[in-house]
């Protein structure tokens, strides 16, 4: 059993940062990658950043040079910085723990709202 536990939402103004954390937990034996990806009603989820084991980073054109993806290995644990928000970057927030054969861990999400 593995858990996947997003923090670090809320309300902020256009301009803003926020700093979200996802932690994973259970039965791990190595994770792959973690990844924040972002879902507002009537779209598409969407990848916004995802970091591996190793540290290589991959970002969505839309964050670029705003947001910052980082990893603590030892907590199992990933971070997502986010600068300069706009109102365009209010969704939901999800985390996943890609543990390679083992699957893939979705935690249940943490709202993001941005106002201008």
């Known amino acids: 059993q593995v858990q996947v536990v997003e923090s670090g939402g809320g309300l902020v103004q256009a301009g803003g940062s926020l700093r979200l954390s996802c932690a994973a937990s259970?039965?791990?034996?190595?994770?792959?990658?973690m990844g924040w990806y972002r879902q507002t009603p009537g779209k598409q989820r969407e990848l916004v950043a995802v970091?591996?084991?190793?540290?290589?980073?991959n970002y969505a054109d839309s964050v670029k040079g705003r947001f910052t993806i980082s990893r603590d290995n030892a907590k199992n644990t990933v971070y997502l910085q986010m600068n300069s928000l706009k109102p365009e970057d209010t969704a939901v927030y999800l985390c996943?723990?890609?543990?390679?054969?083992?699957?893939?861990?979705w935690g249940q999400g943490t709202q993001v709202t941005v106002s201008s």
């Open positions: 970091i591996t084991s190793g540290g290589s980073t």
């Open positions: 259970g039965s791990i034996f190595s994770i792959n990658a």
């Open positions: 996943k723990a890609d543990l390679g054969y083992w699957g893939g861990y």
